[in-house]
């Protein structure tokens, strides 16, 4: 008996001793990963839904989500990654930006990543060199331009929904005479906001998207021509309908002021979605930008805007593959867009949409032709950077500091002084 | 003889010590960092290849007239931003001293702990408050200057490029007015007796005493406090960048050299940082104020020191 | 007589510029803290009542609790300010101490050598720190800010520290030697007790630059576990920028602690600066 229960002893020990050097190994195993990102919004959504999903499908791999605030991403960034101090996967931002830190090393090839072949050639074109031969970040998702009307507001006033640019202004100006609301929620303190809300949404109907985007690069067109100075004059007469003080209206307050229903209008990206949904207390319906002429082709800003890269020096380079394989996957795309409404999957992976306001926006995919922003590709390069410059012309026209003309022939002049097309 | 010597010889093991951690961190972690820094004014990189340029960047800095311009503005707004806070924070920071040294004052310490409390709060928490209470959205700027008339006077300010400088500099002024305060009142703390008793018998009181007397005695410290706050206000950057953003707008209209500096040498949104510009604009930076903290110890403190009793 | 009602009548002048200007420097904190315990309704509709039984919520403070650890910031703040202040402090006054104390080669250019850090901003040699942190394996410590903060809190330490120690009497120190005290007594013991006005001086002056930081913290150690209350709030209120509840509690969480340290501590402060200050 002693001797039996001495054996027991021994096996018990020995299985509990097994136990735990498998459990420790196991628990030496588990890699850690990390994301870089400017996204600090969708924390909660990476930490609650996405990464417990990857992490259920590949055990062993923890994955930590750490966001940092978009005006700080790039400069804190660019320090870690020189520092060599950077998480393992990289958010990146479109074209010029990741191009640089893949040319400098800081970002490794992804084409062997398997699933890469579920994105079009035009998807990864925001994220290859510029011969295409290699691209460095897994595409995630883009966002479209348009505008976000309150439909409550709208009855109330009765306007329709403007098709034309006239339809348009003449819809303000019934709002403004009414006077329960604010025509139009957008402020210039932030500067972006004007470029992006503004330029960069209206103008594809005016520069016929890809056509006057390309020929821009080509050196065809300037953006002193008719073409590129004609959003900057509608711009121009949208002070008349934005709310007091709107040069001191920050991005958040031409949110708030949409979302607690004193506006009517509200030019949109399509990630503002989530945030209205949780907020607003009416109904919401939205329009893609008026065209000039009743029946013209309309055109709208589809822009490649958010991907994944891995980090060269990171530790876990399998890892950090494996994570991007799954990027590629139904299941992300199906995760990703549904908890980030406004976020459309560039994939070629079928994704049913559930919130109808962002269904709304896809729809405009099948009626008008898409382009992307024109400020992003190649035009950014040098300095004067032309998106930042962008920001401020596009801010001091609707300020009334700059006339559209005035503004048009300094975004060239910069241009000129480090761009020579054709090279 | 030998016991001098090792005395002596003690002597400096002893000053080795005392020095050596504050010179080790000092110099390791702050010293060559910058001099690192500095050092790369005179490179450029080309396709990843860092190549020596000599002065060339400093030729661009003031030679191209993109970046004259943005200099010089900066440098311009950065002078203005400056001479806002001698002309209100320290008449003002001045004022509060000389009316809390009141004699047998009630509540001085109330009133002391409650105006220095703004300099204990984070830039982050103060331009973010800021820009709430002037946020046209918010409306609390308006109705307060509703509350005594003056409804008319409101304006976006921080979102005008005639007003944006000027009230960034005074919400500056007013989170930092602490400072003066307190070195003022210190300053006039320390005035003898005597001197006031002297005065009193000579029947200069009150207002006229404060001018005739005690201004003049309170001039080293005015002179610290003004040296100070231009060394603070040529490395400000953080309140602006907090609340107006790293473009520093409306239309650079509150763009100073800290600004400038961060724009150029982390970059910004897409465009990347260009850390040899950057390390140009912190030379001259570091130039501009060595240049007149020099001034001031060589010139003015030296004069002010004659007059000190 | 004619004097007392033109006396009470500039008591009464004096009482209300101070008090009108106590109530500038407070306002704007108050208005925040009010705020903070509204509903959004209220919040936007009468930014200026005080909370009532039926608009008063703690939505926001749900918000940020549930998202962050704000005691745990609180408590990386604390040990990255006061492990600063205690180096600061020792090695600032045992080099002030040496620089006026000793004769000997290089005196001057040591004591300027120390003062140009006060001149240039320390976040300009960021990348430099970054690579010596990332090698040494401190990234994400809060030990590698307590050495930066060290090394930025040194040349004002210094500076001030020495127009102190100029004044401590040299017979004292004599005595001390001749009683065959060491010169690190001396220093300890007879010196250090001495300028300890000057030394909360200091204190304050370092403190709030450090406590304030948000580059370092961004740079060096942005994980969660070494999260600055600065950084903790700024990435809260990048967070939840349109929800007003949660920034106005996040804000109010951020300056809390401060204040009532500050308040608890304000006396010493003030006695500190006051006395530092006389020169």
Same mark, same amino acid.
């Given at each position: 008996m002693p001797r039996q229960n001495f054996r027991t002893a021994i096996l018990g020990s020995t299985a509990l001793a097994i136990g735990v050097l498998l459990s420790s190994a196991a628990f030496a195993e588990d890699v850690t990963l990390t994301i870089e990102s400017w996204?600090?919004?969708?924390l909660p959504i990476w930490q609650d839904k996405i990464i417990p999903a990857f992490e259920a499908a590949n055990p062993g791999i923890k994955v930590v989500f750490s966001p940092t605030a978009p005006t700080e991403y790039n400069a804190a960034l660019n320090t870690k990654l020189d520092a060599g101090t950077?998480?393992?996967l990289i958010t990146c931002r479109p074209f010029d930006a990741s191009l640089e830190l893949f040319k400098k090393g800081h970002l490794t090839a992804v084409?062997?990543?398997?699933?890469?072949?579920?994105?079009?050639p035009v998807a990864k074109s925001a994220w290859s060199t510029d011969d295409g031969a290699s691209t460095f970040c897994v595409p995630m998702a883009s966002v479209i331009h348009g505008f976000i009307y309150n439909k409550d507001a709208f009855e109330k006033v009765g306007v329709a929904v403007p098709k034309t640019e006239e339809e348009f202004f003449a819809a303000l100006d019934k709002i403004k005479a009414e006077g329960?609301?604010?025509?139009m929620a957008m402020g210039t303190a932030d500067q972006w906001e004007a470029a992006t809300m503004g330029y960069q949404n209206i103008g594809p109907n005016y520069w016929h998207g890809e056509d006057g985007r390309k020929a821009l690069i080509e050196g065809k067109?300037?953006?002193?021509?008719a073409d590129w100075v004609a959003p900057y004059q509608v711009l121009k007469r949208w002070a008349d309908y934005l709310g007091d003080g709107f040069k001191a209206q920050t991005y958040p307050d031409s949110q708030n002021m949409f979302a607690l229903g004193r506006a009517a209008i509200y030019p949109a990206g399509s990630w503002d979605i989530s945030v209205f949904n949780t907020q607003a207390e009416f109904k919401m319906g939205a329009f893609y930008p008026p065209v000039k002429g009743a029946g013209d082709t309309c055109y709208i800003s589809d822009h490649a805007d958010i991907a994944m890269g891995a980090n060269?020096?990171?530790?876990?380079p399998e890892e950090t593959k494996k994570f991007l394989a799954w990027l590629t996957s139904a299941d992300f795309a199906d995760i990703y867009a549904n908890s980030l409404?406004?976020?459309?999957?560039?994939?070629s992976h079928e994704v049913k949409l559930q919130d109808p306001l962002a269904q709304e926006f896809v729809n405009w995919r099948s009626t008008c032709k898409q382009t992307i922003r024109s400020?992003?590709?190649?035009?950014?390069?040098?300095?004067?950077?032309l998106e930042n410059e962008t920001w401020g012309a596009s801010a001091n026209v609707i300020n009334g500091a700059e006339t559209p003309e005035a503004a048009a022939k300094r975004l060239q002049d910069g241009l000129d002084s480090w761009y020579k097309p054709g090279q | 003889m030998t016991d001098s010597t090792t005395y002596r010889r003690a002597r400096r093991w002893h000053i080795l010590v005392f020095l050596a951690p504050a010179l080790l961190v000092y110099t390791v972690l702050m010293v060559l960092p910058l001099a690192e820094t500095l050092r790369l004014s005179l490179y450029t990189e080309t396709e990843q290849v860092r190549s020596f340029v000599g002065f060339a960047n400093f030729t661009v800095l003031f030679g191209d007239p993109r970046w004259a311009q943005t200099f010089w503005n900066a440098l311009g707004n950065n002078v203005q931003f400056f001479l806002i806070h001698m002309a209100v924070q320290n008449p003002v920071g001045i004022a509060l001293a000389a009316l809390l040294s009141v004699?047998?004052?009630?509540?001085r310490s109330a009133y002391r702990t409650t105006i220095f409390?703004?300099?204990? @709060?984070?830039f982050v928490v103060i331009g973010f408050i800021w820009k709430l209470i002037l946020s046209p959205l918010w409306g609390v700027a308006p109705s307060l200057l509703a509350a005594i008339?003056?409804?008319?006077?409101?304006?976006p300010w921080l979102g005008q490029e005639h007003t944006a400088l000027i009230a960034i500099s005074l919400v500056s002024v007013w989170q930092f007015i602490g400072i003066p305060m307190m070195l003022i009142y210190a300053a006039l703390l320390s005035i003898p007796d005597e001197v006031i008793e002297a005065a009193e018998c000579d029947g200069v009181s009150g207002l006229a005493q404060f001018w005739k007397i005690k201004l003049p005695l309170i001039l080293p410290a005015i002179g610290l406090i003004s040296i100070l706050t231009f060394v603070a206000n040529f490395n400000a950057f953080d309140l602006i960048y907090v609340s107006?953003?790293? @473009?520093?707008?409306p239309n650079f209209a509150t763009d100073i050299l800290g600004t400038f500096l961060y724009r150029t040498f982390f970059g910004h949104q897409l465009q990347l940082g260009d850390q040899h510009m950057g390390a140009t604009i912190a030379t001259v930076m570091f130039l501009i104020i060595l240049s007149v903290v020099a001034f001031y110890l060589l010139v003015i403190h030296r004069r002010m020191r004659r007059y000190q009793f | 007589m004619r004097q007392a009602p033109i006396f009470r009548m500039r008591r009464a002048a004096v009482h209300t510029l101070l008090g009108g200007y106590t109530l500038i420097a407070i306002l704007p904190v108050l208005l925040i803290v009010m705020n903070s315990f509204k509903d959004r309704k209220a919040i936007f509709n009468h930014p200026l009542a005080f909370p009532t039984p039926s608009s008063f919520s703690l939505i926001g403070y749900e918000t940020v609790l549930k998202q962050g650890d704000f005691l745990s910031y609180f408590q990386n703040s604390l040990i990255v300010t006061v492990g600063s202040l205690f180096f600061i402090l020792l090695f600032g006054a045992m080099a002030s101490f040496a620089l006026t104390e000793y004769r000997f080669r290089g005196n001057v250019f040591l004591g300027l050598f120390l003062a140009?850090?006060?001149?240039?901003?320390?976040?300009?040699g960021t990348i430099a720190i970054l690579e010596m942190m990332a090698k040494t394996g401190?990234?994400?410590?809060l030990f590698a800010l307590i050495l930066v903060y060290t090394a930025q809190g040194l040349p004002l330490a210094c500076f001030v520290l020495s127009e102190f120690m100029r004044t401590v009497s040299a017979d004292l120190k004599n005595a001390g030697r001749v009683d065959g005290l060491s010169e690190y007594v001396v220093f300890f013991r007879l010196v250090l007790p001495l300028v300890r006005p000057a030394m909360a001086t200091v204190a304050i002056f370092s403190m709030i630059p450090v406590w304030n930081d948000l580059w370092f913290p961004l740079i060096l150690a942005p994980a969660e576990g070494t999260k600055t209350i600065t950084l903790g709030t700024q990435v809260f209120i990048g967070q939840f920028v349109t929800n007003w509840n949660a920034v106005l509690a996040a804000l109010t969480l951020s300056l809390t602690p401060v204040l009532v340290l500050y308040l608890i501590f304000s006396r010493q402060l003030i006695r500190g600066l006051t006395a530092g200050a006389v020169k």
């Open positions: 996204r600090n919004d969708d950077a998480g393992d084409n062997d990543v398997p699933g890469m072949d579920t994105f079009s329960s609301y604010v025509p067109e300037k953006l002193t021509d060269a020096k990171s530790a876990h409404p406004g976020f459309f999957s560039l994939s400020t992003y590709q190649i035009l950014s390069r040098g300095t004067p950077n | 004699p047998r004052l009630r509540g409390m703004p300099t204990m @709060l984070s008339g003056l409804k008319s006077l409101f304006g107006q953003g790293a @473009l520093a707008g | 140009l850090g006060v001149m240039v901003p320390i976040r300009l401190l990234v994400n410590s």
